[in-house]
């Protein structure tokens, strides 16, 4: 965390999500750490929730908001330490985090045993997500049954337990400027690490190669890591949707899907792009190539506020069906297609998800039974794809062609904006920029 942390835009979620819960007490942990093997831990990533609500970078930590008449936001966190800090770096300590990121109180996270059953004696309602971490579901059992075992001196444990990422969900789902701007500044790194690796691909290169200079794009432009695991399928292993071994070599001939994105401040950014090896389209895979596009420009359309969440999907598939009925790689009208669903055999995924701090981020796809409309503010992503794997019943120009074309877009006032579109997209921008890099 930069000595230029601004922690307006937190305080200020702290405060949403006191006022929409009227009463109570939230308790929101971050991420435990992960052991990888023996003393190698993972990467350390802050809990989504913990990190919307404070910016706090540090494992261990827990938030406690008080809603009501006397609000009041306290951290719990580690203890200032000079000898963990001499091995593993600068721990804030309560006292600069309270200062730091605008909480009204900080205690050390040892006190939070003794402390818990107090803070929520006699609130209503107890907010907090039980049922994702067995640990963190015992701690809130412990403090509460110390609690019920103060009843003879008057304490009361909260009657009712909420989920408090339901009010966080449907935050999360639109995002503010100071989401926006970061989600902007991810995508654009993206979409120049997919350049970069337009431009470096070749015949005979292996997958990961190309996967090195992803991450040599996202790490040299500020992003500590890619916000899932990079896809990188050259030929048939592109019509595996989750390849990601990428380790396999690069052919002449080869289409190869890559999808990655970095992670920039907390936020995803989710890009693929699929594009020959050799730099040019053979005739069958420009044919799947431009109708993928074509699904994505109508799901483009189809973004705007007022539309369901299911419109960009629909548009797709509707302009997919066409195609795949066009090109015989199914029969019978659009209609049956779409009825008995024929076109999964190569379309077999949805358009969209939202896409914030996770990948696939949170909040709801529904309203009751209706899916969500869309509103400014929200982020989806427009894949469609296709997948063709050989087969008998299909022409052999086609096997093992599998395009994704997979664009951010923003809900705007409006329509969408697509944020990613550095990354070349066309038929022809991409072959140009291909050429360019081997001239
Ligand atoms: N990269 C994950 C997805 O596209 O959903
Ligand atoms: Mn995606
Ligand atoms: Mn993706």
Redesign the pocket.
Known sequence: MTATFDPAPFLARRQRLQETMAQGVAVIPTAPEQVRNRDAHFPFRSDSYFHYLSGFPEPEAVIVLVAGDAPKSILFCRDKDMEREIWDGYRYGPAAAKEVFAFDEAHSITELEAKLPELIANQPLLWTALGFDPAWDNRITAALNVVRGQSRAGKRAPETIRNVRAPLDAMRLVKDAFELDIMGRAARISAGAHRRAMQFIRPGRNEYEVEAELLHEFRRQGSPYPA?TSIVAAGAHACVLHYVENNGPIADGDLVLI?AGCELEGYAS?I?RSFPANGRFSGPQKDIYQLVLDAQYAAEQATRPGATFMAPHDAALKVLVQGLLDLKLISGTSDEALEKESYKRFYMHRTS?WLGMD??DAGEYKDGEQWKTLQAGMVL?L?PGCYIRPGDDVPEAFWNIGVRI?DDAVVTANGCELITQDAPKTVAEIEALMQDARS
């Open positions: 899932y999808d989710d693929t998800h990948v696939h992503t894949e997979e």
